[in-house]
């Protein structure tokens, strides 16, 4: 059969028309069918309905506002999930990375796991030089105390705790992996942001950048560094964080929030990275304060999560 121009534009229009909502595209699947992954790229598992924003221009406009209301420097970007379109404030500006380091950290653990060097089921027993009362409250059951590999991997991510990570680092030794971090950054082609390390040094990753931080969750979200099952696993423990006053407190009761924050109260630094599952509209937030209080950065955290779920969720 020979279709003709006119019908083949027909068809397009109806294709179109039939796919055009809002201003906005969206692609609705033939096949749907729920995902044993449900914190990952849905591309990744399962295919499903996409809904498209091209125009983000005013999301900026309105943020760029919010920015100059704070007094403190600040950090912002966004990543539109369907698309890749994103917007960033001083988004490659470097601050103090804080308790962010434990996602990669835990990233890493997870790839040993999988190249079976030591399994989650393994036990460990924690020392005097791990317990650290400076976040969370593992340290209070004293040394000793016996954990597997994974419930010391929930307790530092869903947490933040400190003590956990310091056991996770140890184990980490005894496997003979000095920098557990370095493949992780290598494998996302992450520049050190310091300068190079001398020979069989450690670098240093006490800073980072917002858009490192998003590169990070966006390697879970597509499952690319280590497995699906263990890429939903850490963004599911991270939904269970009980740190909703930045990212989180701008986003309606009910919708998933992954996510992990920083805080280095000595140098005024916090921040707070995840993603957002707004329904067909996924994307990632990545936030950033220095030189004010942690209220304050709260609050700027709040006002701007909010505004970009306001503008998600309505275009």
Known sequence: MVISIDTKKIIIFMLLAGSFVAGALVFRSSSSSSSEFPLLNKAVTVDIGKHYIINFRPLRLELEKIQKKYPQKTYVYFSYLNNGSWVGLNERGEFTAASTLKVPLAMALFKAVEEGKLSLDDRYALEELDLNDG?????????????????????????????AMLAIYTIFQRLGIGDPYDDVYNSLGWDFLNSIPAIDEVPNYSKITLRALSNMFLALYNAKFINAEHSNKILEYLTSTPFNDKIAAGIPEG???????????????????????????????????????????AKFMAEVSAVVYKYVINN
């Open 255 to 297: 919708v998933t929030v992954s996510h992990k924050i920083g805080i280095s109260g000595g140098d005024q630094t916090f921040s707070d990275c995840g993603i957002i599952y707004a329904p067909n509209r996924n994307y990632i937030l990545c936030l950033g304060s220095n030189g004010g209080n942690e209220k304050v950065a």
């Open 135 to 163: 976040f969370g409250e593992l340290y209070k059951v004293g040394a000793d105390k016996e954990f597997t590999v994974e419930e010391l991997l929930k307790i530092m991510l869903e947490g933040s705790d400190n003590t």
